[in-house]
């Protein structure tokens, strides 16, 4: 039940953002009592902390799980690069301001995993570099700037997975050394 409640706070912050989204109204688009999610969460904060961990602990499962099946150097910086930000990415957008504002506790837990997030790339591109592939006069943080702008431009892309693909071969290009 605490899956499906997390999954359906994340559907309707979408709508509503978290800010306005009610315990009835969850309740309600739930069918259940609202007295089963007090069962479950003590308050409205709890229930929106819960899910950010959750959010944030997907996250580091996929991208631990694309790392350890990664083959190169270049697949490593290609996922690292691509989960920079939590995914899926209209979650973050949509509700980045309102948690950093209203909800600290879980804001932290979001920069904690961006801040992982820019490690990684940056321990990856140094690897690569170390092992001959990546070009040692590339700052990384321009790597992490880069996908951060274009991550935050995903939403509005139609096709999201051929343009993701090519603008990660494009950034990647100029990375590796020749």
Same mark, same amino acid.
């Given at each position: ?33 609202? /007295? %089963?999610?007090? #069962? ?9 902390? !819960?899910? +950010? *961990?959750? $959010? &944030?602990? =997907? ?33 973050? /957008? %949509?509700?980045? #301001? ?9 804001? !932290?837990? +979001? *920069?904690? $995993? &961006?801040? =992982? ?62």
């Amino acid at each position: 039940m605490i899956d499906k409640i997390i999954k359906e706070v994340q559907s309707l912050s979408l709508e509503t953002g978290l800010k306005k989204m009610t315990m009835d109204g969850l309740s309600d688009r739930l069918k259940i009592s609202k /007295k %089963t999610l007090y #069962e479950h969460f003590n308050s409205k904060d709890e229930l929106i902390y !819960q899910t +950010i *961990h959750e $959010y &944030i602990s =997907e996250n580091q499962r996929i991208l631990a799980n694309e790392l350890n099946n990664a083959n190169t150097y270049i697949e490593k910086l290609k996922i690292a690069c691509y989960h920079y930000l939590p995914y899926p990415i209209e979650f973050y /957008k %949509t509700n980045i #301001e309102e948690i950093e504002r209203y909800y600290p506790s879980s804001a !932290q837990i +979001i *920069h904690n $995993y &961006i801040g =992982e997030s820019s490690n990684m790339i940056v321990q990856v591109y140094n690897d690569g570099i170390t092992n001959g592939v990546f070009n040692e006069q590339i700052n990384p943080e321009v790597l992490i700037e880069l996908s951060k702008s274009f991550l935050l431009t995903i939403p509005e892309i139609k096709d999201r997975q051929g343009i993701t693909s090519s603008f990660f071969e494009i950034l990647l290009y100029g990375s590796v050394k020749r």
